[in-house]
């Protein structure tokens, strides 16, 4: 029953991206396998919220040059349990940066992602099952660096790949721009 609310955001993230269909398969198979989806305790996989985050003028973003991946990536992090991934997402948006307000841009999915993550001395190697949302800090853009990142940075997404190579961000660089030339980022919708 958690999970019915997730695939439905997940049926109309495939109607506005159905050049994705292999990972979605991938991802709601995956859903529909496992009830323990979003526990980390899964060995083979779990389900992961993340934020492509953006500054209060939507001209930057914000990244992570991961502790543990040593990457430069979006924040985001483990479900715990939680079936409400936009909860998770601005849960970890919150806790990785300590900026004051973030809100969502839109209520539905940005991006998925499927990604391996390699064996450490404490885990096994598993996938993350990634699911991504717009959230955007209207407040002040001084953030903090947590325990879990070497540094935090709002980098210019018209730059992006002056800082970073990783097709899944460069990938939401496309969305984003996209969006903006629908006219679907201009207001922060509630």
Known sequence: MHRNSLLSLIVRYQ????????????LTTFIKAYIKCFDRTLPIGHLTGSAWLINADQSKVLLTHHRKLNRWLQ???HADGEPDLLSVALREAFEESGLETIVPIKKEIFDIDIHLIPER??????HHYDVRFALQSVGSDLFKVSE???DLSWILIAALEKKTDEVSIL???EKWLALKTRGESSSVKQ
């Open 15 to 26: 109607e506005k991206h159905p050049e994705e269909s292999e990972s979605i398969l991938r």
């Open 75 to 77: 924040l985001g992090g």
């Open 121 to 126: 001395k404490d885990e096994a190697a598993h």
């Open 148 to 150: 879990e990142s070497h």
């Open 171 to 173: 990938r939401m660089k």
